[in-house]
């Protein structure tokens, strides 16, 4: 029903092998000294407060700011200048102080009074923030204006500055007692590392700290450079005299050996500073490369599917990250290792903007480059790293071309080797990250190939690995995210298998992490797409578990957050696509309560939406497929309203559209499946008009476009299920002998698709499904032996399915539904006492699916329409007090629809019953 908002793990977190910190140590006393400006009777708990927009780097940035404020160790000279030790002892930084607390806002508010000074990490990215501009906001209302510092890491002043660090408001009285806003303009204090042309990189970040800290400390910024410098001379003097006393000592050694040892050791010296430098620049320019790439994807999401603005992102993308490889001159690099990186990066740009072939050449050259450097003796861990992380993009690549089981044997590489590091660094948390994500990625490429017992495998070691990093520093903002992803595989796998309960119950624990996490960082728009989709789930499921409404609600809630996501950028199209989807998805739960009037309304919101994102951007590919898929719906609900010639003019627009779109590529597998799925629109129109030739002639051009795709990847199961749909729709509008043929086809091969995975729930239902036509086509060809039996292997596989999952409420109504097809058949070939115990069976089942949603109008039909066969089959026995009896129920049962509630084509049901009511009562006297 819905259509599925999910992200591939992002792109990869930058290397990094630094320890976690701890902060469950007990806190320094803070009355330890007073600094100048420090308010009487004020606890200071905190040195400082930082606040930043949690994205990359900004979150990076934080982190570094973190903890070399809180490791940087003065110089003694200083303290004794001071009278004081004025080394920073506690900084406060949310995701690593706050708890798992539903009252954000009073933590924070404590915390900003406990802090001593407020610094604010500012790029183009925080402006966005609101939450950042109420912290500065507030700290500026405790009257510490003049304590309020800023990192510079990106953009000019103007464009990273939030509008609180450069204004101040006050209130003025006029001699009149009015009121006015005074603003008063103000520059803060800022520390500054951006890069610089004569200047290092590491220089830039340790003057921006030291400024920071002589800010902090009320002490010149020359004053504490110099004494920095003057510690650092020192310890190079201090090196110097061990060296020479080491020397001395050695001058009973041979001259020319102490030489050769000397010049060895410095040699050694000045290969270890130059690697490490070089490993140093390495991994900043990764951190910044990774950026590029994040906020790449993110912009080509917000415009997906628009052509001429994708290649302009693309060429101003490239060209950051060719700026940021110059810069760090990584071509040059002696192991050849930061090369195969930038083309990894590279390579990463390109498939993410659909160009496979230079991103596979691309990859193709790491390749060539790390698999021997990885290989080799002694190589790094971070070497091997790089290594994996290209399997996993050539893994991606391969799924993008349709490539699955390529795809899974790069996954596995890059799983090979993560796990390998993870055993040999168990408390690296970088490294159990790393492995987590191959196991994901292994488990997505197993569900798509069929084998989802396998992937449920791999995603419950996922969730195993994030719960433990989870439960060691429950404050850290991604693992939760992480975790939330973790528990939202499972609860597809579990779905795939027919679990809808486990489902739900695991999609429920992602739903609660997502929700804490947009209440932590309430303008993290991310956070928030993730909620919906956690809504999104929880709807499909809630609507397999029968409870129509909490769908109704979860689908709502969706919509809402949505409408939240508009409020930060009202032109952003992926909102307003967004926006157009959720209308649609709560149209289609209205569908399902019975509300066609209000779906009708939600599909024509959502129709409108579509067509303005299309006729602004007509070259928006997604914006098109919506607008396609939104007609169909419209079709779709019109045709079940018996407005066939209504749903005509919708179906054709969906189908013109979906035709240009395969014209305009003809290589895109989801443009040729949307146009099949187009093609059964318009034989079901065709069926429904009863022009079984035309609706042939439909159904014939959706199968041509489903067996190329299934030809061209054969081991897709999605591909393979597609291919049988087509089967089963030619079965109806074709003769007898032939829609047996199309009927065989299909059960050989869902037989394939359920033996192959025998305890894939969908597989089951689908083969059933299969046996149900088969039973058809043999009855409309007299072979009823041959019918009952595919009918009683029908029941027998939802007889199987509902005693393995007693509450899902879809398998209880197919099986009811099976039972009431057998009773049928049964009454044709005189056998009425059968047909009376299937009958029973299946109302026992309809009467419990009504007590458990009693306003259910589809469950109420279900259930009125057994008891009335059931009525006509006692009367057809001369039993009419039992056919009376049961008359009346079903006359009790639909009476509360009968005001309008009843779906069109059912509208005239309470005058059938009574009908029947009437002539039981007169049999009976």
Partial sequence: MSDQLEEQPEVEAAPTDQPAENFDAPAESDQRHRLPGDEEGVE????????????????????????????????????????????????FRDEDELPASSELGVELERALQQSRFLIVISSPRIVASRWCDAEVERFRALGRHDRILTLLIEGEPHESFLPALTQIKSVEYDDEGNEHEVITPVE???????????????????????????????????????????????????AAGVLAALFVMMTGLTVYAVIQRNDAIAQRVIADAARQKAEDALAEALNLMDAVIFEFQEQLADRAGMRIPRERMLEKAMADLERIIDKFDLEQSQT??????????????????????????????????????????????????????????????????????????????????????????????????DLATALEYVGNVLMTLGNTSDALDRFNHCLAIRTGLHNADAEDFDIRRELADAYERVGDATLQLGDVQASRDNQSKAL??????????????????????????MADLDTRLGDLQEAHDHYASTLAETRELMRFDRSNPRWQRELAVGLLNLGAASVALGKTAEAREEYEQSLATSQKLVDANPDDVQAQRDLSRINHLMAELLLTSSQPEDARAYYERSFDIRKKLVA????????????????????????????????AEDYAEALKLREAIAAADPKNVQYQRDLTISYLRLGPVSKPQDALGYYEKALAVRERLAAADPTNYQAQVNLAVAHYYMGNAQRKTDDLTGAMEHYRKWIEINESIVEKQPDNVKAARDLSVSYSVVA??????????????????????????????????????????????????????????????????AMKVVQPFANGALPPNYAGLPTVINKRITAARAASQ
């Fill in 44 to 91: 200071y708990r905190y040195d400082a407060f930082i606040s930043y927009r949690h994205v990359e780097p900004d979150r990076m940035w934080a982190k570094w700011l973190h903890k070399s404020l809180e490791t940087y160790n003065p110089p003694k000279n200083l303290k004794a200048q001071l009278g004081f030790d004025p080394k920073v002892k506690r900084v």
């Fill in 188 to 238: 803060p204090l800022a520390a500054d590392v951006r890069p610089a042309e004569h200047e290092s990189h590491s220089n830039r970040k340790r003057f921006a700290l030291l400024r920071i800290l002589a800010t902090m400390w009320g002490v010149k910024f020359d004053d504490l450079r110099q004494r920095e410098n003057e510690r650092r001379h020192r310890r190079i003097v201090a």
């Fill in 336 to 433: 050849g290792r930061a090369a195969a990186v930038a083309m990894h990066k590279r390579g990463t740009l390109y498939r993410i903007a659909g160009r496979t072939k230079e991103a596979g050449d691309l990859f193709d050259h790491a390749l060539q480059i790390l698999e021997p450097l990885a290989e080799a003796p002694g190589a790094t861990a971070d070497v091997r790293r790089d290594l994996s992380n290209v399997y996993v993009e050539i893994g991606r690549l391969e799924e993008r071309l349709g490539n699955s089981e390529d795809a899974q044997h790069r996954y596995e590489q890059a799983l090979t080797i993560r796990r390998r590091l993870a055993d040999e660094s168990p408390k690296n948390v970088v490294a159990q990250r």
């Fill in 512 to 537: 609660e992490l997502r929700v804490a996490l947009v209440e932590l960082d309430p303008g993290n728009t991310r956070v928030r797409r993730d909620l919906s989709v956690s809504h999104n789930k």
């Fill in 664 to 695: 305009d590529d003809a290589e895109s597998v989801d443009a040729k499946r949307d146009l099949a799925i187009a093609y059964d629109g318009l034989g079901d129109l065709e069926h429904k008009l009863d022009k079984p030739g035309k609706a």
């Fill in 824 to 889: 049928e058949l049964a009454a044709s070939i005189d056998q009425a006492g059968t047909a009376i115990g299937y009958l029973l069976k299946a109302i026992k089942i309809r009467r419990k699916l009504v007590a458990a949603d009693p306003k259910n109008a589809a469950a109420a039909i279900d259930l009125v329409i057994s008891l009335v066969k059931l009525g006509d089959a006692e009367y057809g026995q001369k039993l009419y007090p039992d056919a009376l009896t049961h008359y009346e129920e």
